[in-house]
């Protein structure tokens, strides 16, 4: 089994090597078929590694090499496939082999497609050693990695202007790519110094040792690494305040959106949490607190993309709302709950952004989803498959969505946290109206394309094959719910309903059915016919207010970026122009100044030398004089 | 008045002196030669007399191997001068001088 381990892990590391061959060349349509079906054997891999642990109910470990070995210090490069790890190695490298194929549709005509083959296979790989390594160490290295090809691919097509949020307030690649990786530092920070007091009173990273060591630290320390390890997680998958950078990522090609900022690298975060579930279940006070940010998450993110006009962006703070739903369940102790919602919402979030890459090719890179309208004519099967993923998304029976939200509601309600009930609840009304405001405004009512000359048509058949793979997921997976738990709750802590709970859940189910229902109903009447835009709404506070997204952006951008930025200049100009460069330059000015004056000492002419020779000697005569003298 | 060995230092010191000015203040080659040649005679003088007060005949050796060098070196020196001259006209060495320093 350990030889599957390192095909899974190194495919996509390979695929990610042949493609950087080619990098510098323009468009190869092998490079487009070798990367997908290396990608594809580590979906393989990982299959047959899943089904593997399902049936010995044991993990597969594999050691590299010895990497770090320092004194005392003994940090390996090992990799170990648990029932959490097999879960996350299937659905990333599924979503992955799906994306692949989809990009030779969608980067068809890029000059750099060879080079955008290379860097998300690139993604991918990180992606496997961030979820298969055993020790948080290796989980580093991945997280890293992941943050690196993150800010790679938002950043593809750098060579769009660079302008500031004052000029532009969609922002331009690279900015967005700079703020994402920022912004991720700094949350890594806060992971490294977590690692480190791990280290520093365990004396090792290995999860398996640590964790059963915990017992050993008093609370406070425990209380300290949860907290430092949530901040790191808290910026890889942009959860608040450090949310910003997600959805400016949005720069990045739509692939990369469906790959990357919505399926697999945010819910690294989730993942952290869920791996370090003894830690945590150890810390219920930091937990119940990311029970609550993870809700505020929910319902902030949710609000925002009510008004948003943007049809990646919408799809991102869905991603945002859809996190926080994951933080919840793992803050409430659910574990495994927010595992399924992290797989099912992988599935169905990756096939929205994808008919979103659908529906920007048709309409010309267009965004704004008030010139569109009535594409479903023309894009029959792109909307067919949006409509399911929003289906899935808003939690309506049977698909996906709904088995992975209820869950969720049925845990905040069984702890008896209802107000995080309630407000979950709410955010799976608002949930529903979002994503179908954005399904109705672009594929029903009135053609409004016409207006920007685009000539919408289909994706190319082979996209769509694709992405019906992540669709048929969207629809069954929540059929295995039971399946699921019975596998993954033999590595992760059982959740068990009370009795009281079971009783009311039928109750819940129709109550939580219900206000998806309304959303959905609220937005078709709304916006199926036409596009109803009322000036007065739009003028209002509140609209403002989420359209600028709370003002977020521009309070850290006054707040923040400009003082550090000016800070930086005073820095520049005070600090180093005059005291460091001042130095220098003084020692260099002297030197040469010297030199400058006692050049003029060897002017060639013989009768000079002569009396620089006769002053030698006599200041030589002198000093012999002198010393003879004071002897 | 006996001429003491006094006497022939103040002599070799003020002829020495006077070669040392020369070599400073003159600006023709061919002087420099003659102040060279003024300074060596003035060690001579003070290695001679030297020599016969402490009754040590090493010093008046040293005279004249001094003589001998000065003569070829002269000998060779003049050649030289005679070939700068041949080549730039001149022996003013403030013209002489290429560098611009």
Known sequence: ?631 | MTITLTHYLVLSAILFTIGLAGVIRRKNLLMLFFATEIMLNAANIAFVSISSFINDLSGQMFALFIIAIAASEVAVGLGLLILIYKKYGTLDLDKLSTMRG
């Open chain 1, 1 to 631: 089994m350990e030889k599957y381990l390192y095909i899974a892990l190194f495919a996509p590391f390979v695929s990610s090597l042949f493609s950087a061959l080619f990098a510098q060349q323009k468009k190869m349509q092998f490079v487009g078929i070798v990367a997908p079906i290396l990608i594809g054997i580590s979906l393989m891999s990982s299959l047959l590694l899943l089904s593997h642990v399902h049936e010995s109910g044991e993990a597969v470990r594999a050691n590299l090499m010895d990497w770090i070995v320092v004194g005392d210090m003994n940090i390996t490069f090992g990799f170990a496939v648990d029932q959490v790890t097999a879960v996350m190695m299937v659905v990333v490298t599924t979503v992955s082999t799906v994306v692949h194929i989809y990009s030779n549709y969608y980067m068809d005509h890029d000059i750099s497609f060879n080079r955008f083959f290379s860097y998300l296979s690139a993604f991918v790989f990180s992606m496997m050693i961030l979820v298969m390594s055993d020790n948080f160490l290796g989980l580093f290295i991945g997280w890293e990695g992941v943050g690196v090809c993150s800010w790679l691919l938002i950043g593809f097509w750098y060579h769009k202007k660079d302008e500031s949020k004052d000029v532009n307030p969609s922002v331009s690649p690279s900015w967005a790519a700079n703020e994402a990786f920022i912004v991720n530092r700094i949350a890594d920070l806060g992971m490294l110094v977590g690692i480190f007091l791990i280290y520093w009173n365990l004396g090792t990273l290995t999860y398996t040792e640590v964790f059963a060591q915990l017992g050993t630290l008093d609370h406070t320390l425990l209380v300290w690494i949860g907290i430092t390890l949530f901040i790191g997680a808290m910026g890889k998958s942009a959860q608040f305040p450090l949310h910003t950078w997600l959805t400016d990522a949005m720069e990045g090609p739509t692939p990369v959106s469906a790959l990357i900022h919505a399926a697999t690298m945010v819910t690294a975060g989730v993942y952290l949490v869920i791996r370090a579930n003894p830690l945590y279940s150890q810390i219920p006070e930091v937990s119940y607190g990311i029970a609550l940010l993870g809700t505020f998450v929910a319902i902030f993110a949710a609000s925002m993309a009510l008004v948003n006009r943007d049809l990646k962006r919408i799809v991102a703070y869905s991603t945002l709302s859809q996190l926080g739903y994951m933080f919840a369940a793992a803050g409430l102790g659910a574990y495994w709950i927010a595992l399924f919602h992290l797989a099912a919402h992988a599935f169905f979030k990756a096939l929205l952004f994808l008919g979103a890459g659908n529906v920007m090719h048709a309409m010309h890179d267009e965004l704004d989803i008030f010139k569109m309208g009535g594409l479903k004519k023309k894009m029959f099967w792109s909307f067919l498959m949006m409509g399911l993923a929003s289906l899935a998304l808003a939690g309506i029976y049977p698909l996906a969505g709904f088995f992975s939200k209820d869950a969720i509601l049925e845990a905040a309600f069984n702890e008896h946290t209802y107000g995080i009930w309630f407000v979950l609840w709410l955010t799976a009304g608002l949930t529903a109206f979002y994503s179908f405001r954005q399904v109705f405004i672009v594929f029903l009512g009135d053609e409004r394309y016409h207006e920007i000359g685009a000539h919408p048509h289909e994706a190319k058949p082979y996209a769509l094959w694709a992405m019906s793979v992540l669709a048929v997921l969207a629809v069954i997976f929540g059929w295995f719910r039971e399946d699921f738990m019975e596998f993954i709750t033999k590595f992760l802590p059982a959740y068990e309903m009370s009795e009281h709970t079971h009783h009311m859940v039928w109750i819940l189910t129709i109550v939580t059915t219900a206000i998806a229902v309304t959303g959905i109903l609220v937005a078709f009447f709304k916006y199926s016919k036409k596009l109803n835009r009322s000036e007065k709404t739009e003028n209002s506070f509140a609209y403002k207010l989420l359209y600028n997204q709370y003002y977020i952006p521009h309070f850290y951008e006054k707040a923040i970026t400009k003082p550090y930025a000016e800070l930086s200049e005073i820095a520049w100009q005070e600090l180093d122009m005059k005291v460091v460069d001042a130095t220098v330059d003084g020692i260099a000015k002297t030197i040469e100044s010297s030199g400058d004056v006692s050049r003029r000492a060897q002017d060639g002419n013989l009768s000079s030398y002569l009396k620089w020779m006769t002053a030698g000697f006599v200041l030589i005569t002198i000093i012999a004089v002198i010393s003879v003298v004071i002897k």
